[in-house]
T-cell receptor
Framework: AQKVTQAQTEISVVEKEDVTLDCVYETRDTTYYLFWYKQPPSGELVFLIRRNSFDEQNEISGRYSWNFQKSTSSFNFTITASQVVDSAVYFCALSTTTSGTYKYIFGTGTRLKVLA | GAVVSQHPSRVICKSGTSVKIECRSLDFQATTMFWYRQFPKQSLMLMATSNEGSKATYEQGVEKDKFLINHASLTLSTLTVTSAHPEDSSFYIC??????????????FGPGTRLTVT
C-alpha cells in the first residue's frame, strides 16, 4: 500500500526560528518520486521540490532544505530562519507508477504558523 | 512552462443546478489530467484521472454520474458537478501531466476553483 504520513497537524513558531516538517512514506515500488508543496491561503499549490528514489542527496535552496533518507522512508523539510510569509499548509506527496498511473498520494498536510 | 489554468476561480450556484469547471494546459499537451477535491483544512482527495479521448477513471466512492469529467482535447478537461447540493461545496483542483517532460511523474497544478452551492 502507498501512504504518506505527516504526523504534525499544526506547528507554531516565532519568526527566525528553524522548523522541520516531517514526512514519512510507504511504498513497495523501487522507483518513485517525492514532492513538497506549499499551499498559502489563496489555495494555489506551490511546487517546492521533487526528489526521485535513486537520489538521496540532500538539497538546499535558500532557507529551505530537505533531508531524504530511504532507510527510514522519510523526506523531511526544514525552513531556516522562518518568516511570517512561510505561514501556509505544507503537503508532502508520493508518486509511483502503480497500476500504470502516476497518481499522487498526499499527506494530510502540516499547517505552519510563523508568528511575528 | 507547464502552466495549468482553471476557470472559473470562484463560482456560486443554486442547489439543483449544474456547474462546469474547466482545466486547461496552456503551454503543453496533457494526455492525463487529474481532478482533486479539498475540504477546508483537509488534504487533497483524488476524484478521478482523465485521459484524453477515453473515459475517466474514478476513485472509489466518487459518484460518476454526479461528477462528469470530459477530456476531449489534449489541453482541456472539464468537470461538471450535476445537480449540485450544498455538500458539494468545496475547493476543486485540477492537475496535468506532461509526458514529454523528463520528470513524467510530476503533476502541474491549476490554481483551483472554489465552488459554493447555496
Amino acid at each position: 500500500a502507498q501512504k504518506v504520513t505527516q504526523a504534525q497537524t499544526e506547528i507554531s513558531v516565532v519568526e527566525k526560528e528553524d522548523v522541520t516538517l516531517d514526512c514519512v512514506y510507504e511504498t513497495r515500488d523501487t522507483t518513485y518520486y517525492l514532492f513538497w508543496y506549499k499551499q498559502p491561503p489563496s489555495g494555489e499549490l506551490v511546487f517546492l521540490i521533487r526528489r526521485n528514489s535513486f537520489d538521496e542527496q540532500n538539497e538546499i535552496s535558500g532557507r529551505y532544505s530537505w533531508n531524504f533518507q530511504k532507510s527510514t522512508s522519510s523526506f523531511n523539510f526544514t525552513i531556516t530562519a522562518s518568516q511570517v510569509v512561510d505561514s501556509a499548509v505544507y503537503f508532502c506527496a508520493l508518486s509511483t507508477t502503480t497500476s500504470g498511473t502516476y497518481k499522487y498520494i498526499f499527506g494530510t498536510g502540516t499547517r505552519l504558523k510563523v508568528l511575528a | 512552462g507547464a502552466v495549468v489554468s482553471q476557470h472559473p476561480s470562484r463560482v456560486i450556484c443554486k442547489s439543483g443546478t449544474s456547474v462546469k469547471i474547466e482545466c486547461r494546459s496552456l503551454d503543453f499537451q496533457a494526455t492525463t489530467m487529474f481532478w482533486y477535491r479539498q475540504f477546508p483544512k483537509q488534504s487533497l482527495m483524488l476524484m478521478a484521472t482523465s485521459n484524453e479521448g477515453s473515459k475517466a477513471t474514478y476513485e472509489q466512492g466518487v459518484e460518476k454520474d454526479k461528477f462528469l469529467i470530459n477530456h476531449a482535447s489534449l489541453t482541456l478537461s472539464t468537470l461538471t458537478v450535476t445537480s449540485a447540493h450544498p455538500e458539494d461545496s468545496s475547493f476543486y483542483i485540477c492537475s496535468a501531466r506532461d509526458p514529454l517532460r523528463g520528470h513524467s511523474y510530476e503533476q502541474y497544478f491549476g490554481p483551483g476553483t472554489r465552488l459554493t452551492v447555496t
